[in-house]
């Protein structure tokens, strides 16, 4: 029995990083490259989701593009509520779900019968129409041109995907051209059987170098073995600056309120200035957003009212609600108070996934994955799934890791002078414009 290892790592940082260059599939039509994976499912009680008919879609934007857009949304939420339902109250939690849906994509690709079932349904594949999801990579395409190829000066979004195959193991032809035309992910063989650990420090070294030295160390010691076959890595990096930046000066110690714990204090800053501001009193919610420059990204924090428990917010959330409160946001004067902050999350998604419903991936004996390699009884599964990411903020830049959704610590209740004071358990959003 042979497994496969998959790795997200994400970062919001300062530095250099150049994208990995795809020439063709950003201008393509889907004629032009097929990207036909071995297997195709379609839901036969296809749960569209009926507001997408509604939905006003930008005129720039491909409809299948934000199609699956929303789709990823959809899983994020999902995940996220999956995800901090174990999480202990006072724990910091980061994650970038875009990361994790193209790595699955990518596994996707060489998915049949019910592990390709479970893999639409967890990650919301199967919500799309058909037309999206028989060319869903192709669109993932597509959406990652959005994501990462738009020229900005201002900032910096770039994303790097990498194929690690034990050499002595002959790969799929079409799951390697796919993977590196439409991903970006090009295969390195490696010589997994024999020097596990050097193929360990060559990928914890890409992985390092992709994300300016800020993640390291992703795969742990042991984990690569003579029955690794492959390891899938996504990586994402981010360099912005707020388009408002928080003056220096302004930095501030003030108590800041954990949820079962005594206040701490924390450098915090503060900034008076117009933003996008909505108070959503049927949710108890704030909701700020605070734009980086170029206008194309922003950060959302959701502040819950006062004696609201954050846990009460998150059992509310879908991806539909964030959407509405998204559209409810109002250009008005503001006061401002952000706590400085930087976090490190690091763990397993297996668990999670399988409780979500994604059971068969993970199963030696179910599996089913005929795509990725040519031994048809290679019996090829996934054995884990690591994500690890890197977030920082300071005074006038961020620095964080994919497009994710996290939380932090706050305290405020709406106030006659429009204040936004951020001193208690919170929820962070990256967004971006389409």
Same mark, same amino acid.
């Given at each position: 029995m042979q497994f496969l290892i998959l790795c997200f790592f994400c970062l919001w940082s300062t530095g250099t990083t150049k994208p990995h260059s795809v020439q063709d599939i950003c201008t393509a039509k889907p004629k032009d490259i097929p990207v036909n994976p071995v297997c195709i499912y379609r839901n036969p009680e296809k749960k569209l989701q009926e507001e997408a008919d509604h939905e006003k879609i930008p005129t720039s934007t491909n409809p299948r593009v934000w199609e699956l857009s929303k789709a990823n949304s959809r899983f994020a939420v999902l995940l996220y509520k999956n995800l901090t339902n174990a999480r202990d109250d006072n724990e910091n939690f980061f994650m970038s779900p875009i990361s994790i849906s193209t790595a699955f994509a990518m596994t996707k690709l060489g998915a /049949?019968?019910? =592990? !390709?079932?479970? !893999?639409m349904t967890v990650f919301q594949f199967d919500t799309i129409s058909e037309k999206t999801s028989d060319q869903i990579h192709f669109f993932f395409a597509k959406l990652n041109c959005r994501l990462y190829k738009k020229v900005n000066k201002s900032s910096e979004l770039v994303s790097a995907n990498r194929l690690f195959g034990e050499k002595s193991l002959k790969f799929n032809e079409t799951y390697q051209n796919i993977s590196e035309v439409v991903y970006g992910a090009k295969l390195w063989p490696l010589n997994f059987k024999e020097k596990p650990e050097l193929s360990r420090g060559i990928i914890n070294d890409w992985v390092?170098?992709? =994300?300016?030295?800020?993640? =390291?160390?992703?795969? *742990?010691?042991g984990v690569i073995d003579e029955f690794t076959v492959m390891i899938l890595i996504n990586t994402i990096y981010f360099k912005g600056h707020w388009k408002s930046k928080f003056p220096l000066e302004n930095t501030r110690a003030e108590p800041?309120?954990?949820? =079962?714990?005594? *206040? /701490?204090?924390?450098?915090? +800053?503060?900034?008076? +200035?117009?933003?996008?501001?909505?108070?959503? %009193?049927? %949710?108890?919610v704030q909701v700020l957003e605070l734009p980086y420059q170029g206008d194309d990204l922003t950060m959302v924090f959701i502040l819950p009212y006062l004696n609201t428990p954050l846990a009460q917010v998150e059992?509310? !959330?879908? %991806?539909e609600k964030l959407e509405s409160w998204f559209r409810a946001l109002k250009e008005v004067s503001l006061s401002v108070h952000l706590p400085r902050f930087k976090i490190e999350s690091s763990f397993s998604l297996k668990e999670k996934l399988q409780e979500m419903g994604l059971r068969d991936l993970f199963s030696p004996e179910r599996a089913s994955l005929p795509g990725i390699v040519e031994d048809p009884e290679a019996g090829l599964y996934v054995s884990e799934v690591f994500h690890k990411a890197f977030l920082e903020t300071c005074s006038h830049t961020l620095i964080p890791d994919q497009i994710y959704v996290q939380m932090s610590n706050n305290k405020t209740s709406p106030s006659e002078t429009m204040e936004f004071h951020a001193v208690q358990l919170q929820l962070w959003l990256i967004k971006y414009f389409l």
């Amino acid at each position: 029995m042979q497994f496969l290892i998959l790795c997200f790592f994400c970062l919001w940082s300062t530095g250099t990083t150049k994208p990995h260059s795809v020439q063709d599939i950003c201008t393509a039509k889907p004629k032009d490259i097929p990207v036909n994976p071995v297997c195709i499912y379609r839901n036969p009680e296809k749960k569209l989701q009926e507001e997408a008919d509604h939905e006003k879609i930008p005129t720039s934007t491909n409809p299948r593009v934000w199609e699956l857009s929303k789709a990823n949304s959809r899983f994020a939420v999902l995940l996220y509520k999956n995800l901090t339902n174990a999480r202990d109250d006072n724990e910091n939690f980061f994650m970038s779900p875009i990361s994790i849906s193209t790595a699955f994509a990518m596994t996707k690709l060489g998915a /049949c019968g019910t =592990t !390709l079932q479970q !893999l639409m349904t967890v990650f919301q594949f199967d919500t799309i129409s058909e037309k999206t999801s028989d060319q869903i990579h192709f669109f993932f395409a597509k959406l990652n041109c959005r994501l990462y190829k738009k020229v900005n000066k201002s900032s910096e979004l770039v994303s790097a995907n990498r194929l690690f195959g034990e050499k002595s193991l002959k790969f799929n032809e079409t799951y390697q051209n796919i993977s590196e035309v439409v991903y970006g992910a090009k295969l390195w063989p490696l010589n997994f059987k024999e020097k596990p650990e050097l193929s360990r420090g060559i990928i914890n070294d890409w992985v390092a170098n992709k =994300t300016e030295k800020r993640i =390291t160390n992703v795969i *742990p010691e042991g984990v690569i073995d003579e029955f690794t076959v492959m390891i899938l890595i996504n990586t994402i990096y981010f360099k912005g600056h707020w388009k408002s930046k928080f003056p220096l000066e302004n930095t501030r110690a003030e108590p800041f309120f954990r949820a =079962t714990a005594e *206040p /701490c204090v924390v450098p915090t +800053m503060y900034q008076e +200035m117009t933003f996008r501001y909505a108070s959503i %009193a049927s %949710a108890k919610v704030q909701v700020l957003e605070l734009p980086y420059q170029g206008d194309d990204l922003t950060m959302v924090f959701i502040l819950p009212y006062l004696n609201t428990p954050l846990a009460q917010v998150e059992q509310q !959330l879908t %991806a539909e609600k964030l959407e509405s409160w998204f559209r409810a946001l109002k250009e008005v004067s503001l006061s401002v108070h952000l706590p400085r902050f930087k976090i490190e999350s690091s763990f397993s998604l297996k668990e999670k996934l399988q409780e979500m419903g994604l059971r068969d991936l993970f199963s030696p004996e179910r599996a089913s994955l005929p795509g990725i390699v040519e031994d048809p009884e290679a019996g090829l599964y996934v054995s884990e799934v690591f994500h690890k990411a890197f977030l920082e903020t300071c005074s006038h830049t961020l620095i964080p890791d994919q497009i994710y959704v996290q939380m932090s610590n706050n305290k405020t209740s709406p106030s006659e002078t429009m204040e936004f004071h951020a001193v208690q358990l919170q929820l962070w959003l990256i967004k971006y414009f389409l």
